[in-house]
Every structure is written in structure tokens, then in C-alpha cells.
């Protein structure tokens, strides 16, 4: 409160560490005018039944000097019994939107997403806040609770930072062994494809997924969860792209979850 | 915001209007030590499917000649369109305690509830809210929300007014005929005996509510949601009285659905 009345504004990065050039560049986003404000919280709500919650990356030195290196004035890292103290039993849901993509395939992640983000916006006070075009699906039901729920907060979209195999900035990405990291270098050649291929006049949204699928499966180990064409807005698949589409996918690499995706414009 | 920052208290009272001296006692509590803001919104979302959204009481200009007479500062009308816009999807839920007593016979009642609310205290900004505690299972949802959700916000709970018959105040005693209201005075007697019993030494909760169920079927056309003995904090029945327990109950006269309760200390 006091921060937040001094005709100051704060701009809140929240992350689940394991901190990236993506990150960096939220944190840059912010700072060019705000006091920044970045959390630290492996969230467990946001884990569906069976997967990585344990062994997410957790580098919390390393992150602290990142942060630091970045320009961010208040790190904020709560505990696990500071969020969910005990008997702990109230949760956010944006639904319809949270059903679809990677909603069909973890149950609860969006759920635990939207909770977990109100909580800190409640603790925090943003006046705007910094979430990564990577998770778009994420950033899109953050808009949504934002504004369905009255929240005087600003929130921006940054977009993709990528390494320069073109793979997609991602905590995650330690984990790939170096054959998987090649192999994950098919999700951008994909987009890259499906951009093109809507440029040349390519309308039927199951031949350029037929495509990237060609494109995808060429890389060892590869199991794709999703590949879809949909309304930026609603996440509504789309059979004809006469129109703004989000290109959007999943893949799982050696157990290891990707996402990317794209927004392609038609001319 | 302004309002907030100007070292002034905000004391906020909403309400679905059809005011009535329980809405009074609350403005009361509120003014002595607050600008009351009081809201009036009838919350389709907190109505269950075949319930009585489009009967409920409607008396606006009766209710803003009460607020203003009653010390109301300022009267908060939103419209269903300001408050659930097109494409709305945002919904709060408190688990576990919605389950139970009225959450079993109002399927998604206070989940409309809670969101209502949590967008009425984002909108309003309040320091304290004030509710009542006949509607006692509602008010604890909002402090668990409130608690969980890491809002800034003091909850106060306030006891039951009741009429010279000893019916407590509620919105809905309008539909009552003259010999409906007559047997609905039967509700606070048998809360009456619960607390007798109670004191006269029974812990046996199955005879207590026996006793009630005998006392409220005395009158014409009751019938029985519930009666419970439970927990003030988790709202789970008890079977032994050993100890602080809520009496609470809902019946339908006539298809109007009256609830009440008590809470009954164990010396």
C-alpha cells in the first residue's frame, strides 16, 4: 500500500524461477517504467496429478543474481505455507478458455494458474504486470480474470525470446538432453511453415497441420500432445484461416513437456 | 481509490435490496466508524437453476429512501450487463463448506456468492465489509475467501435481527402468507429448544434435532431441507455436543425457503 500510494508505480513480473532471457526480458519491459516487483514461487496448485512439481528446476542463487544483475528492486519469494496455509480451500477458475489446448492435457493447471496469480496481485499491488507470449494461453486467461474480476491492474504480453537454434525460451529446457534439443528445434521450423504457408494463400487449417505434424514427427522421441489453429480470443479451433489465428502446440520430448506458438496475421 | 487514500474508512454493506431492518442494524454497525458505501445487485449467478431470481423483491425506491434515512453515504446500483459483461467467465470457489448444509440444495449457490462479492469488494475497495449472520454459512465463505485470497479486508458478522414473532429478518418473508408466517415463527422456537437442551446437559445431537424436526412439523406445510448440529468453522455435523456448536436449518413453507441458526455454547 505504501509503495503503491507514493505516486509510484510497481510492475510485477511473477515467475516460478529457474530465471531465462525470457524472463530477463519481462523484467526489462518493466523497468523501463515501474519500481519492479518479481516473485519466485514453484506453485503446486498449478501442477496436474503426475507431473514435474518435484522436479521442477529450482536455482534460487543463481536467480537472486540474475534478478539483481536485471534491475529488480523487490524480490519477493514467498514460502509454500505462506500461500496455502493450512486449510487453505479457495480457488479461481476462468472457464470455457481453460478447457481447451493445454487445459484438455493437465487437468487443474489453469485452475492453480489463475489462484496463485490473483494471490500475488492481492499481496503485491501492482499497477501493471508482465507475463510472457510463450505461456499464451496463460496470458490470455490472466486478461480474462483480470477483467472478469475488476482488477485495476494493466496487463502487457511480451513476446517470445528465443535461443538461437530458434528454440523457445523455457525453464524447462535444462532438462533436454543435446539430441532432444535438436529434435526440439522442429516446434519454431514449424511455425515458421505454417506462417509461410497461410502467406501463400493456404486456407485449410488441417493442411498446415498435417504439415507441421510432417515437419515435428521428423525429430527422434517426439510425441505431440496438440497442434492447433484457433481464435487468439476464445482458443476455438478454426477450419478456415481467413483471419487473425493463433497458432498453437504441444509436444513432449523424452517425457519433457514443450510449448510454442504464433500469432500469423492474413493479408 | 481516492476515497480509499484520503485516510477514510470505507464500510461496505451489499445487499440484493428489498432493505429490511436486519440491512438497517448492518448500516448502523457500519456508520459508526465509516463512509458507508452500500450496494444493491440481484446476483443471478448465486441463484440456483428453478430458484426465484425473476420473483425475488424488487422494491428500489422504497430501498434508497431506507439507505438514506438509515445514513448511507453512497448507493452502489451496478446493472447485470456492468457487472457480468458479454463473455464473462471468472467464477470464485470456496471448497469443501459450500458443500454442505444450504450448498447441498443450492448447487453453485455460493460460488455466484463468492464471486459477486470478490467483484463488489474490487470494485468498492472497502476496509470493512459487514454481513449478516443469519445468512451464516455465506459469511463464513467470505471470510475464507477473504483470508485465502490475501484481501485487505475486515469482515464483520452481524447477529440476526428478528421480528416481534422472533422470525428473523430476511428479504424473502414478503412471500409469506399470514398463516405461512405464522408457522415460521417455528423455526426460532426450535432453535430456542436446542439451546435449552443443550444447556440442560444433552450432547446427544440426533435427540436434539429429533425434538426440532417434532417442533417445526407441528406447523402446516413445513418441509425440512435440514437441521444440523455442526462445526462453526468447517460446518460438519457433529454427533456429540461437547463442545461451541452452530445450530442451523432450512425449510421450505409453501415453496419459500426460510433459513436460520444459532450458535450454542457449551459451558
Given at each position: 500500500?505504501?509503495?503503491?500510494?507514493?505516486?509510484?508505480?510497481?510492475?510485477?513480473?511473477?515467475?516460478?524461477?529457474?530465471?531465462?532471457?525470457?524472463?530477463?526480458?519481462?523484467?526489462?519491459?518493466?523497468?523501463s517504467?515501474?519500481?519492479?516487483?518479481?516473485?519466485?514461487?514453484?506453485?503446486?496448485?498449478?501442477?496436474?496429478?503426475?507431473?514435474d512439481?518435484?522436479?521442477?528446476?529450482?536455482?534460487?542463487?543463481?536467480?537472486k543474481?540474475?534478478?539483481?544483475?536485471?534491475?529488480?528492486?523487490?524480490?519477493?519469494?514467498?514460502?509454500?505455507?505462506?500461500?496455502?496455509p493450512?486449510?487453505?480451500?479457495?480457488?479461481?477458475?476462468?472457464e470455457?478458455?481453460?478447457?481447451l489446448?493445454?487445459?484438455?492435457?493437465?487437468?487443474?493447471?489453469?485452475?492453480?494458474?489463475?489462484?496463485?496469480?490473483?494471490?500475488?496481485?492481492?499481496?503485491?499491488?501492482?499497477?501493471?504486470?508482465?507475463?510472457?507470449?510463450?505461456?499464451?494461453?496463460?496470458?490470455?486467461?490472466?486478461?480474462?480474470?483480470?477483467?472478469?474480476?475488476?482488477?485495476?491492474?494493466?496487463i502487457?504480453?511480451?513476446?517470445?525470446?528465443?535461443?538461437?537454434?530458434?528454440?523457445?525460451?523455457?525453464?524447462r529446457?535444462v532438462?533436454?538432453?543435446?539430441?532432444?534439443?535438436?529434435?526440439?528445434?522442429?516446434?519454431?521450423?514449424?511455425?515458421?511453415?505454417?506462417?509461410?504457408?497461410?502467406?501463400?494463400?493456404?486456407?485449410?487449417?488441417?493442411?498446415?497441420?498435417?504439415?507441421?505434424?510432417?515437419?515435428?514427427?521428423?525429430?527422434?522421441?517426439?510425441?505431440?500432445?496438440?497442434?492447433?489453429?484457433?481464435?487468439?480470443?476464445?482458443?476455438?479451433?478454426?477450419?478456415?484461416?481467413?483471419?487473425?489465428?493463433?497458432?498453437?502446440?504441444?509436444?513432449?520430448?523424452?517425457?519433457?513437456?514443450?510449448?510454442?506458438?504464433?500469432?500469423?496475421?492474413?493479408?
Amino acid at each position: 500500500m505504501n509503495l503503491r500510494s507514493r505516486n509510484n508505480s510497481i510492475g510485477f513480473v511473477p515467475t516460478m524461477g529457474a530465471l531465462h532471457k525470457g524472463h530477463v526480458h519481462l523484467i526489462e519491459r518493466a523497468r523501463s517504467n515501474n519500481t519492479v516487483i518479481l516473485s519466485i514461487f514453484v506453485n503446486p496448485k498449478q501442477f496436474a496429478p503426475g507431473e514435474d512439481y518435484n522436479r521442477y528446476p529450482r536455482y534460487i542463487e543463481k536467480d537472486k543474481v540474475i534478478a539483481t544483475d536485471s534491475g529488480v528492486d523487490i524480490l519477493f519469494l514467498p514460502s509454500t505455507d505462506e500461500i496455502y496455509p493450512e486449510g487453505y480451500k479457495t480457488f479461481v477458475n476462468v472457464e470455457g478458455i481453460t478447457d481447451l489446448l493445454c487445459g484438455r492435457f493437465r487437468p487443474g493447471h489453469f485452475k492453480g494458474v489463475a489462484t496463485v496469480v490473483l494471490k500475488l496481485f492481492n499481496i503485491v499491488m501492482p499497477h501493471r504486470a508482465y507475463f510472457g507470449e510463450k505461456d499464451y494461453q496463460q496470458m490470455l486467461v490472466i486478461k480474462s480474470m483480470v477483467r472478469d474480476l475488476n482488477l485495476d491492474i494493466e496487463i502487457f504480453g511480451i513476446p517470445i525470446v528465443r535461443d538461437d537454434d530458434g528454440l523457445a525460451m523455457s525453464s524447462r529446457n535444462v532438462y533436454l538432453g543435446r539430441e532432444e534439443r535438436v529434435s526440439a528445434t522442429s516446434l519454431n521450423r514449424a511455425l515458421k511453415v505454417s506462417r509461410e504457408m497461410v502467406k501463400s494463400g493456404e486456407m485449410n487449417a488441417q493442411k498446415i497441420i498435417s504439415e507441421m505434424e510432417r515437419i515435428i514427427k521428423k525429430g527422434d522421441g517426439i510425441e505431440i500432445d496438440y497442434i492447433s489453429l484457433c481464435n487468439p480470443e476464445t482458443l476455438e479451433d478454426i477450419k478456415i484461416v481467413d483471419t487473425r489465428v493463433l497458432v498453437a502446440m504441444a509436444v513432449r520430448i523424452g517425457g519433457k513437456r514443450l510449448i510454442d506458438n504464433c500469432i500469423v496475421e492474413v493479408k
